[in-house]
Protein backbone atom coordinates (compact mmCIF):
# COMPACT_ATOMS: atom_id res chain seq x y z
CA UNK A 1 0.00 0.00 0.00
CA UNK A 2 2.80 1.92 0.71
CA UNK A 3 4.98 1.67 -2.48
CA UNK A 4 1.55 2.52 -4.44
CA UNK A 5 0.88 5.35 -2.57
CA UNK A 6 4.56 6.75 -3.50
CA UNK A 7 4.19 5.80 -7.16
CA UNK A 8 0.97 7.59 -7.31
CA UNK A 9 2.22 10.69 -5.76
CA UNK A 10 5.68 10.34 -7.85
CA UNK A 11 3.20 10.00 -11.32
CA UNK A 12 1.62 13.37 -10.09
CA UNK A 13 4.04 15.01 -9.09
CA UNK A 14 5.53 14.63 -13.22
CA UNK A 15 2.68 14.83 -14.70
CA UNK A 16 2.45 18.21 -12.37
CA UNK A 17 6.16 19.33 -13.87
CA UNK A 18 5.56 18.09 -17.19
CA UNK A 19 2.49 20.68 -17.20
CA UNK A 20 4.27 23.54 -16.22
CA UNK A 21 7.44 22.91 -17.97
CA UNK A 22 8.65 24.90 -20.72
CA UNK A 23 7.98 24.66 -24.37
CA UNK A 24 10.79 22.93 -26.19
CA UNK A 25 13.39 25.04 -27.87
CA UNK A 26 14.02 24.21 -31.48
CA UNK A 27 16.98 22.47 -32.10
CA UNK A 28 19.83 24.30 -34.01
CA UNK A 29 22.23 22.25 -36.12
CA UNK A 30 25.25 21.39 -35.01
CA UNK A 31 28.14 23.05 -37.04
CA UNK A 32 30.35 21.71 -39.50
CA UNK A 33 33.24 20.60 -37.64
CA UNK A 34 36.76 23.22 -38.90
CA UNK A 35 38.85 21.62 -41.58
CA UNK A 36 42.08 20.31 -40.07
CA UNK A 37 45.00 23.14 -41.47
CA UNK A 38 47.05 22.08 -44.35
CA UNK A 39 50.05 20.04 -43.33
CA UNK A 40 53.64 21.88 -44.01
CA UNK A 41 55.43 20.34 -46.85
CA UNK A 42 57.62 17.88 -46.07
CA UNK A 43 60.96 18.33 -47.50
CA UNK A 44 61.96 16.07 -50.10
CA UNK A 45 64.64 14.68 -48.40
CA UNK A 46 62.46 12.67 -45.84
CA UNK A 47 59.82 11.46 -48.69
CA UNK A 48 61.90 8.08 -49.38
CA UNK A 49 61.28 7.42 -45.62
CA UNK A 50 57.74 7.76 -45.10
CA UNK A 51 57.77 4.02 -45.98
CA UNK A 52 58.24 3.36 -41.92
CA UNK A 53 55.09 5.59 -41.18
CA UNK A 54 52.89 3.23 -38.84
CA UNK A 55 52.71 1.52 -35.60
CA UNK A 56 54.48 -1.64 -35.64
CA UNK A 57 54.83 -4.56 -33.08
CA UNK A 58 56.90 -8.07 -32.84
CA UNK A 59 55.98 -11.23 -29.98
CA UNK A 60 59.60 -12.38 -28.16
CA UNK A 61 60.20 -15.12 -25.85
CA UNK A 62 58.37 -15.28 -22.83
CA UNK A 63 55.26 -13.20 -23.24
CA UNK A 64 57.42 -10.05 -24.17
CA UNK A 65 56.92 -8.05 -27.14
CA UNK A 66 58.31 -4.73 -28.89
CA UNK A 67 56.58 -1.64 -30.11
CA UNK A 68 57.89 1.15 -32.65
CA UNK A 69 55.66 3.45 -33.84
CA UNK A 70 56.68 6.42 -36.35
CA UNK A 71 54.59 9.35 -37.32
CA UNK A 72 54.96 10.95 -40.80
CA UNK A 73 57.33 13.05 -42.74
CA UNK A 74 55.95 16.56 -41.70
CA UNK A 75 57.66 19.70 -42.42
CA UNK A 76 61.98 18.94 -42.45
CA UNK A 77 61.27 16.16 -39.57
CA UNK A 78 59.90 12.67 -38.23
CA UNK A 79 59.74 10.96 -35.17
CA UNK A 80 59.90 7.69 -33.25
CA UNK A 81 59.52 5.54 -30.15
CA UNK A 82 60.01 1.90 -28.96
CA UNK A 83 59.70 0.29 -26.21
CA UNK A 84 59.95 -3.29 -24.84
CA UNK A 85 57.43 -4.78 -22.84
CA UNK A 86 58.55 -8.05 -20.91
CA UNK A 87 55.66 -10.51 -20.37
CA UNK A 88 54.91 -9.91 -16.36
CA UNK A 89 54.32 -6.13 -17.78
CA UNK A 90 57.66 -4.43 -16.91
CA UNK A 91 59.21 -1.77 -19.60
CA UNK A 92 63.01 -1.97 -19.10
CA UNK A 93 64.21 0.57 -21.52
CA UNK A 94 62.43 3.21 -24.10
CA UNK A 95 63.74 4.85 -27.15
CA UNK A 96 63.09 8.10 -28.61
CA UNK A 97 64.08 8.83 -32.12
CA UNK A 98 64.26 12.01 -34.37
CA UNK A 99 65.36 12.17 -37.86
CA UNK A 100 65.53 15.24 -39.58
CA UNK A 101 66.21 16.79 -42.71
CA UNK A 102 69.56 19.22 -42.37
CA UNK A 103 70.35 21.72 -45.79
CA UNK A 104 73.07 18.85 -47.01
CA UNK A 105 72.11 15.42 -45.10
CA UNK A 106 69.19 13.72 -43.46
CA UNK A 107 70.32 12.43 -39.78
CA UNK A 108 68.85 10.36 -37.07
CA UNK A 109 69.52 11.35 -33.11
CA UNK A 110 67.84 8.72 -30.53
CA UNK A 111 67.80 9.27 -26.94
CA UNK A 112 67.22 6.03 -24.66
CA UNK A 113 66.36 5.90 -21.06
CA UNK A 114 65.51 3.16 -18.52
CA UNK A 115 62.06 2.29 -17.96
CA UNK A 116 61.92 4.16 -14.98
CA UNK A 117 62.65 7.07 -17.44
CA UNK A 118 66.27 7.72 -16.21
CA UNK A 119 68.76 7.84 -18.76
CA UNK A 120 71.36 5.27 -19.04
CA UNK A 121 74.68 6.34 -17.98
CA UNK A 122 76.42 5.02 -21.26
CA UNK A 123 74.12 6.88 -23.50
CA UNK A 124 73.28 10.45 -21.76
CA UNK A 125 74.01 11.80 -25.11
CA UNK A 126 72.03 10.95 -28.61
CA UNK A 127 73.57 8.91 -30.78
CA UNK A 128 74.29 10.19 -34.14
CA UNK A 129 73.78 8.98 -37.15
CA UNK A 130 73.57 9.81 -40.75
CA UNK A 131 71.30 8.30 -43.59
CA UNK A 132 73.87 6.22 -46.11
CA UNK A 133 71.29 5.85 -48.68
CA UNK A 134 67.58 5.45 -49.78
CA UNK A 135 64.89 3.85 -51.82
CA UNK A 136 62.85 1.21 -53.04
CA UNK A 137 61.50 1.60 -49.25
CA UNK A 138 64.81 0.67 -47.49
CA UNK A 139 67.23 3.61 -45.69
CA UNK A 140 70.27 2.74 -44.14
CA UNK A 141 72.06 4.90 -41.35
CA UNK A 142 74.96 4.90 -40.08
CA UNK A 143 77.08 6.44 -37.47
CA UNK A 144 78.31 10.11 -38.08
CA UNK A 145 81.85 10.48 -38.70
CA UNK A 146 82.96 12.11 -36.13
CA UNK A 147 82.89 9.25 -33.46
CA UNK A 148 82.86 11.70 -30.41
CA UNK A 149 79.49 13.22 -32.07
CA UNK A 150 78.19 9.60 -33.15
CA UNK A 151 77.67 8.30 -29.79
CA UNK A 152 77.24 5.01 -31.76
CA UNK A 153 79.43 2.85 -29.32
CA UNK A 154 80.38 -0.60 -31.86
CA UNK A 155 77.03 0.36 -34.23
CA UNK A 156 78.09 -0.48 -37.60
CA UNK A 157 75.04 0.47 -39.64
CA UNK A 158 71.09 0.54 -39.24
CA UNK A 159 68.74 -0.33 -41.79
CA UNK A 160 64.92 -0.65 -42.20
CA UNK A 161 62.83 -1.86 -44.98
CA UNK A 162 59.53 -3.01 -45.75
CA UNK A 163 59.09 -6.91 -46.32
CA UNK A 164 55.65 -6.53 -47.74
CA UNK A 165 53.04 -3.95 -46.59
CA UNK A 166 52.75 -4.77 -43.33
CA UNK A 167 56.07 -6.06 -42.14
CA UNK A 168 58.51 -3.14 -41.12
CA UNK A 169 62.13 -4.96 -40.88
CA UNK A 170 65.24 -3.28 -38.77
CA UNK A 171 68.55 -4.88 -38.81
CA UNK A 172 71.42 -3.89 -36.18
CA UNK A 173 74.48 -4.39 -37.66
CA UNK A 174 77.70 -4.20 -34.83
CA UNK A 175 81.10 -3.26 -35.75
CA UNK A 176 83.68 -6.18 -36.14
CA UNK A 177 85.91 -5.88 -33.06
CA UNK A 178 89.46 -5.98 -34.25
CA UNK A 179 90.88 -9.21 -34.57
CA UNK A 180 87.45 -10.74 -34.48
CA UNK A 181 84.85 -11.96 -37.03
CA UNK A 182 81.48 -9.62 -37.00
CA UNK A 183 79.19 -10.02 -34.45
CA UNK A 184 75.56 -11.65 -36.21
CA UNK A 185 73.45 -8.40 -36.82
CA UNK A 186 69.97 -8.12 -34.75
CA UNK A 187 66.68 -8.25 -36.85
CA UNK A 188 63.51 -7.26 -35.48
CA UNK A 189 61.08 -8.19 -37.87
CA UNK A 190 57.48 -5.66 -37.14
CA UNK A 191 53.92 -6.73 -38.19
CA UNK A 192 51.74 -3.33 -38.62
CA UNK A 193 49.32 -3.08 -36.06
CA UNK A 194 45.86 -2.59 -37.86
Given at each position: ?7 T ?15 P ?14 A ?15 A ?13 H?M ?6 M ?14 F ?14 L ?10 P ?38 V?Y????P????L???P ?9 K???F ?6
Amino acid sequence: MIIRAALTLACASLISCAASAPAPVAQVAPAAPASAPAAPKTNAALEPLAFMTGAWTQAQANGAMIEEHWMAPRGSSMLGSFRRILGNGAVPFYEFTQIVAEKDRVILRQMHVHGNFEPDPKRVEPMLLVLEKAGANRATFVPAADPTKANAGDLSRVTYFLDGPDMLVLVVEPKAAEGKPAEKPLEFRMSRIK
